[in-house]
């Protein structure tokens, strides 16, 4: 495995989540969900987007915020969310991070970023452009981080 870890909280939709396992399993990195989950992890949509990569997906599923938080303590966890002054380029990608990403409709609410300023980053985008796809700032992200790290364990 890579040491990088990707956690999404509370995904809401299926194929964004398949997707993301898809490119986890690419990469070898670890894939952590965090509940309520908007739908089943036998969901077909979710399935079929991943498509036969989930033998491969390391797959950690967590009951709430709280609980990853507890399992995770002290770790570099780095937030992405359009409300970060920072760009995602300055995000230490070091010693196994945790790449956390929020819910589709949403994101990561003001609650749990609140104090975690110095841990916020954000993809630029044209003013004019709520967001970005769910797996897509998740595949932006994570290629940055193994880049900054020389795409180990990568051909």
């Given at each position: 495995?890579?040491?990088?870890?990707?956690?999404?909280?509370?995904?809401?939709?299926?194929?964004?989540?398949?997707?993301?396992?898809?490119?986890?399993?690419?990469?070898?990195?670890?894939?952590?969900?965090?509940?309520?989950?908007?739908?089943?992890?036998?969901?077909?949509?979710?399935?079929?987007?991943?498509?036969?990569?989930?033998?491969?997906?390391?797959?950690?599923?967590?009951?709430?915020?709280?609980?990853?938080?507890?399992?995770?303590?002290?770790?570099?966890?780095?937030?992405?969310?359009?409300?970060?002054?920072?760009?995602?380029?300055?995000?230490?990608?070091?010693?196994?991070?945790?790449?956390?990403?929020?819910?589709?409709?949403?994101?990561?609410?003001?609650?749990?970023?609140?104090?975690?300023?110095?841990?916020?980053f954000r993809i630029?985008?044209?003013?004019?452009?709520?967001?970005?796809?769910?797996?897509?700032?998740?595949?932006?992200?994570?290629?940055?981080?193994?880049?900054?790290?020389?795409?180990?364990?990568?051909?």
């Amino acid at each position: 495995m890579s040491g990088i870890n990707v956690v999404l909280v509370e995904p809401e939709i299926p194929p964004n989540t398949g997707n993301i396992a898809r490119t986890c399993a690419a990469v070898g990195a670890r894939l952590h969900l965090v509940k309520p989950l908007g739908f089943f992890l036998r969901d077909r949509h979710l399935r079929r987007a991943g498509a036969d990569y989930w033998s491969r997906v390391d797959l950690v599923v967590h009951e709430s915020w709280e609980a990853f938080e507890a399992a995770r303590a002290g770790a570099n966890l780095c937030f992405f969310t359009r409300r970060a002054e920072r760009s995602y380029l300055l995000a230490p990608f070091e010693n196994e991070p945790f790449l956390i990403f929020g819910r589709e409709s949403t994101g990561l609410s003001e609650a749990l970023l609140a104090g975690r300023e110095d841990r916020c980053f954000r993809i630029p985008m044209r003013p004019a452009i709520r967001s970005l796809n769910l797996a897509e700032a998740v595949s932006i992200v994570l290629y940055e981080a193994f880049r900054v790290r020389g795409f180990p364990g990568l051909g």
